[in-house]
Structures are given as C-alpha cells and as structure tokens.
C-alpha cells in the first residue's frame, strides 16, 4: 500500500526527471486476465484526465479487457477523478454510492479510483475509512502500472493503494485507445511549479515536466501519417513548456516544429498570461495551421486579487498582453476563466473583473466561484463573503460573459468558415457538427462524406454556445 502524502507533494527539488522509456511492462501472463470482462471508466475534469483515460483504455485492452457501453454492464468501473473544486469533489462521492448497489448485486465487479482525487491524502484516509468497498486506488504517476496493480488486487481479495506523490518522471512507452480518428490530444509536458495559491494541481501531478520535443513532434508525425486533422498540445501552463529542460528550446520552437509535421490543424492548452512571449505570437502569426484561438486565464481583474492568487500579472499586464495579442491576431477568439468569490474579494474587486471582461470581450469564459482546496494556502486565507454574494456575483458575471459570446457569434453570421467536422450532431442527428479554426462549435447540414474533413461552411444561425450553418464550395470569407 502506497498512499499520497501531502507534504511530500508539495515538495520541489533540482533533481533530473527520469524519462522512462520502458516503464510500461505488461507480462504474459496479465495479458489475458481481462478476457470475457468488460470495462467502463467515468472521466471527470479536464483534457490532461480524457487524456489519461485513452492511456488506460489502451493499457485494459492490452490484458483483454473490452469497453462496456453501459457501466451496469461492466466488470471493472474506474473513476478517472478531478479534485480542482469541491463540486467535482462531491459527484464522484455521489456516484460511488451508486456504484455500492452494483457492487451489492455483482461482488466480483472491481471499482476503482485514479486521478487527481486519488493523489490527495484526505481522500484516500476517507476511502479507508469509509468506502472500503472499493478495490482499487492509484493515481496520476501510477498509470502505467495498472497491469500489476489490478493483478495484485485479485490476488489479495484486498483494497489496493498505489499513489506515489513524489515529482514524477514521464514515461514514454505508455499505450493510447483514442477517442477520435481525426484529432488528437497530446501532452507536451505534465505537473505545474506555479503554485497558484487556490489550485491544488502542483499538489496532485506534481513538478513541471516538459516532454524532449523529439517525442512530441514524433507522436504528431505518426497522427499525421495515420490520418489525423488536428492536435492539442496539452499542458497545465504549456507557455512554461521547455524552461525546465537542458536545451534551449522554448513553446515557439514547439510550436514551430509542430506546425512544420504538416498537421492542418495545432492547438494548445492551457496558457498562463505570464509566460506568454512576443515570439509566441509572432510563431502563431507565422503558420496558418496554428489555430487562432487562445485560452487565457484572467481569474480576477482586481490586481489585489491577482497578488493574493499568486498569479504574477496585473489588470493592467493582463490586458496589455490581451491587445498585443488582438492586434497581432486581429482574427483570433480569446476565451478565459474567472473565479469569483476569492478570500477578500470586495464588490470594488469583482466590479473592476467585470471591467475587465467589458474591455476583452472574451469568446467565452469559464466562471467558477472559488473553493476552497485542503492543503493550498487560500484555503487558509480569511474569507468573510457569504455564499450568497459569491452566487450573485458569478450571476452578474454570467449574464455579462453570455452576452459578449453572443455578439462575437454574431460577427459570423454569414461568413464562409473552415470546420472540421467530426461526426454527427449529438441533439440532431441528421446534423453534422465540428469546430471552427476559432473553436466556435456549430452545427452543420452536409453529407456525412465530410465527417473527418476540414470543409468551408456558411455560418446562417447565431446562438450563445453554438451555430448552425450549411457547406458550401465558396472561399473562407473571414
Ligand atoms: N476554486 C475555483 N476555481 C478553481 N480553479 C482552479 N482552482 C480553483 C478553485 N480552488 C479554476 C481556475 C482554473 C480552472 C481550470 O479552474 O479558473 O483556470
Ligand atoms: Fe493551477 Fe496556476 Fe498551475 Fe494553472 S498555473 S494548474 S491555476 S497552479
């Protein structure tokens, strides 16, 4: 048994990342362990977790598993857990309780937990004191040894525990099941130094790791030779990628070299304002294949907020860096995220975000109202807004940020843009769907020949999430 320790985790030390390029080993006799057993695993949060979850997919139909369509019909039912708020905290709680009366009918079915829920101390003391039932634990640098951690399992009949919270290493040799044939996620580094004093996440994935770019652009070339339209390059602050390796090789060298695989489509995610450079936005200029589309996180726009937050940037950075980037880009969606409700957030501090939000007109932004996290220093911090002002807040914040997506929907109304369409509609099946260059979602009238292909289509109906729009042979208008 191997449990998170919290201290441990927030530690930070000069010593060499390990890449491992044979770590994952499955042995012969686990490759069949799984056969005539079915899966199914939950994914919470965000793209670094739908990652993982193609990892162990892959790594489960290595040793026989297959995927259950429906969880009640599964042998092994994995949580892949988000612990960024409390909410994420509570549905997975919520859904163990469901997962207890399957159990109940079937004793041999195997629950597990993994993710970052899984690398925090107090969530694992509360499984063993509380929901012993479940089989499995391990967490976000166990992956690669599920093969073994499930075999242990079987063999002692006992809850296993497998969470290391040291740095991390990365490893290489990890297998992937991806969910689209046509774009893919793809990690250029893993963990976050930032320490941004509300976010657990340097907690639970541990240092920054950038990837060597010859695994990266590697991986892209073997998309692009199987067919793939698009990547996103995947990171918690990817602008950081390369400052903690021995060559001097930064994001736009990345970037770069990406765009040069060929691939019609790069994205990336997340950037964090502090480390975004000049030659950044000069690299994403010079390719037409990098997407113009930027996630940004604000967070706050009162800079006493941003101090407290630890986020290295004022108002008044944020939005010089916001300007240079749409008068460089003048074609590009910025979209963010925004916490509100933060320890010592007056009303004087929420009015100048929303201030902020006024002048940046963002694409879209994702709000949350701030939760406290065990372990990280906000959580500690004195905090005298009530949940109710904190509600209202996010509401005014809400109806502003709607608002602002709506109107730069509206610019498109009529524009001939490129999409690729992935496949059909989830609400209207006889529709088409994908996403603009600019990540705007729409929904689309076509032929289904055009699923996996990047086509021009006539943007003809506005809504606040989404469009709708037909396929044309017309030139990109826009
Ligand atoms: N409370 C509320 N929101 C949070 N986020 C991260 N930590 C917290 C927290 N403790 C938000 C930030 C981040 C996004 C992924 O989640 O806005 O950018
Ligand atoms: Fe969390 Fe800040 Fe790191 Fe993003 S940059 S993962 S918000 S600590």
């Known amino acids: 048994m191997k449990l998170p320790n919290l201290l441990e985790a927030k530690k930070r030390s000069n010593e060499k990342v390990l890449i491992k390029t044979n770590a994952y080993i499955i042995e012969n006799n686990l490759k069949e362990l799984g056969l005539g057993k079915k899966y199914y695993v939950k994914t ?41 708020r409390e909410n994420a905290h509570n549905k997975v709680f919520g859904m163990i309780g469901r997962i207890k009366n399957l159990k109940e009918k079937n004793p ?24 012993r039932f479940l089989d499995i634990v391990f967490g976000t640098h166990n992956i690669y040894n599920l093969p073994n ?45 930032k320490f941004c004093t509300y976010c657990i996440v340097p907690y639970t994935r541990g240092k920054q790791r950038s990837r060597r770019p010859e695994y990266i652009i590697d991986e892209v070339k073997n998309l692009v030779n199987n067919g793939y339209k698009e990547v996103t390059l ?20 990345l970037l770069e070299d990406v765009a040069k695989t060929g ?5 990336f995610v997340t950037s964090h304002p502090w480390d975004f450079t000049d030659n950044m936005i000069e690299t994403i200029k010079n390719y037409p294949n990098i997407m113009p589309y930027i996630h940004l996180p604000l967070q706050s726009g009162s800079s006493k907020i941003l101090k407290l937050m630890g986020r290295r940037y004022t108002k008044e950075s ?41 002048a940046c007109k963002f694409d879209s932004a994702f709000t949350f109202i701030f939760s406290p996290r065990i372990g990280t220093p ?21 109806d502003l940020v709607n608002k602002f997506s709506k109107e730069a929907n509206e610019t498109y109304l009529e524009k001939i843009v490129p999409v690729l369409i992935e496949g059909y509609s989830e609400k209207d099946n006889n529709k088409l769907m994908g996403y603009t260059d600019t990540m705007k979602l729409i ?13 021009n289509v006539k943007v003809k109906e506005i809504k606040t999430w989404s469009m709708d729009g037909e396929i044309v042979n017309d030139r990109v208008s826009i």
């Open 44 to 84: 919470y949060g965000c793209q670094m977790n739908e990652h993982d979850t193609e990892n162990i997919k892959a790594i489960l139909e290595d040793m026989s598993f297959s995927e259950a369509l429906e969880m009640e019909n599964a042998d092994l039912i994995l949580l892949n857990t988000c612990a960024i």
């Open 149 to 193: 951690i499930i075999a242990q399992t079987l063999k002692s009949k006992k809850t296993e525990i497998e969470v290391l919270s040291y740095e991390g290493d990365i490893v290489e040799n990890m297998p992937v099941k991806r969910d689209s044939k046509y774009k893919a996620w793809v990690n250029i580094m893993y963990g976050c130094d």
């Open 263 to 267: 691939i019609d489509r790069v994205r």
């Open 443 to 455: 929904n689309v009238v076509g032929n289904k020949t055009s699923i996996g292909k990047i086509v």
């Open 108 to 131: 041999n079915l195997l629950i597990g937990l993994c993710g970052c829920m899984a690398q925090e101390e107090i969530v694992v003391k509360e499984i063993l004191d509380k929901y």
């Open 318 to 358: 944020y939005l010089e860096l916001y300007n240079k980037i749409k008068e460089n880009l003048p074609y590009s969606s910025i979209t963010t995220d925004i916490i509100v409700g933060f320890p010592g957030e007056t009303e004087e501090d929420f009015l100048e975000t929303l201030e902020v939000v006024k």
């Open 234 to 253: 995947l990171g918690q602050n990817v602008n950081a990628y390369g400052k903690d390796l021995d060559i001097n090789y930064k994001m736009e060298n």
């Open 378 to 398: 906000a959580a500690k911090m004195e905090d005298n807004v009530s949940l109710e002002e904190k509600s209202n807040r996010l509401q005014r914040l809400n």
